[in-house]
């Protein structure tokens, strides 16, 4: 069932299986999709890592990922682009950008609890309703009830990762820093240029991330530059000085130096694998 705008907004939900899995193979340009699988035996390779994904296990995709469906038993797809809601514009409402969308090298794979699959059901239901109306409040009606998905999400989220450990201006800066990350690590790859960016001490941000998991800001930035990386040498023919320039690298001995020592191979050998 989809929604189509007088300017092009969309919204769709799509009931996925074995049949029609290859539709989340090619994303709409600018699209951000939530996956609900509602059966067992799910399998997806995500930025070039195969995952096998149980039911009810939600997964937040944006068309950045490069997706590969290779096993969908039965899966809710729903899809909508920046014209239909903008999170950025809305993030006060829903505060996912930096957690859910646009804001880290690892896909966001949320486990909802039983209440949570409830609410989850119900909003379904809802959408499916609101689809078949054709009034003139149908675009609010359906951009409210995802509004209401995404915030689902994303409490979600923030309990199983820890968020919750912080205060909501703490929480802010870890958004705000993932989001930075996501804009600027083709230019910007240390922890103090970020820290500048967000008026903090590196140790600030540091300390905020010793909180949630074990992972640093600075592995957060060669995590992203690496995907990047793996993404270009696997589905372009840029030459490999070319790419190295393009994340931020003046020179292919330092790039080759980097690469090696996250990957355990030069970027040649990873082509050529």
Known sequence: MKYRGRSDEFFEIIELDKSNQSIINEPVEGQLSVIWFTDDDNILTIDLKEHKFGKNVILCLTSFNKVSAKQISSAKFFRFNVPFYCILTHDSDVGCKGILFYGSSNVPILYPGADDLKILDNLTKTFYLEMESKDELQMEMLQMLLKRMLILCTRIYKTQDNFNELSMDQQDIVREFNFL???????????????????????????????????????????????????????????????????????????????????GMAPSEYRLK
Not at 195 to 219: C, M, R, V, W
Not at 229 to 250: C, D, H, K, M
Request: proline residues 4%; hydrophobic residues 35%.
């Open 181 to 263: 990350v996501e804009q600027h690590f083709k230019t910007k790859h240390s922890v103090a240029e970020y820290a500048s960016l967000l008026n903090k001490s590196p140790k600030t941000i540091s300390n905020l991330f010793g909180k949630l998991h074990d992972k640093t800001p600075l592995q957060m930035i060669q995590q992203r530059i690496m995907l990047e990386v793996r993404r270009l040498l696997t589905y372009t023919s840029q030459p490999i000085s070319e790419i190295a320039y393009e994340v931020g690298f003046n020179d292919l001995q330092s790039f080759s130096r980097f690469f090696k020592k996250h990957e």
